[in-house]
């Protein structure tokens, strides 16, 4: 079985970023081939979203229980 990550990766435009919180291959680079997307995290309040964190319960919880291996932004 592959070994994968949790990992966010960055998205957006200047000043007004966003992250993609993904699940990839360990051995693959941030902005490589992702597995499955599980979530969003906006971290500045726009006129349309608020600050916020979006995913999915149950995709997430799968993930973790298959590989407990997390990665911080690089």
Same mark, same amino acid.
């Given at each position: 079985?592959? /070994?994968?990550?949790?990992r !966010?990766? %960055?998205?957006? !435009?200047k ?6 919180? #993904?699940?990839?291959? =360990?051995?693959k ?10 979530? !969003?995290?906006?971290p500045?309040? &726009? %006129? &349309? ?7 999915? =319960? ?5 993930? !973790?229980s #298959? %590989?407990? %291996?997390?990665?911080? =932004? /690089?």
């Amino acid at each position: 079985m592959v /070994q994968v990550m949790i990992r !966010l990766q %960055n998205h957006g !435009l200047k000043n007004h970023p966003y992250w993609w919180i #993904v699940v990839q291959p =360990k051995s693959k680079c941030l902005k490589g081939r992702i597995i499955e997307k599980v979530g !969003l995290w906006i971290p500045r309040r &726009t %006129n &349309t979203v608020d600050r916020a964190v979006i995913f999915n =319960k149950y995709k997430l919880r799968y993930w !973790l229980s #298959v %590989n407990r %291996n997390f990665q911080d =932004k /690089q």
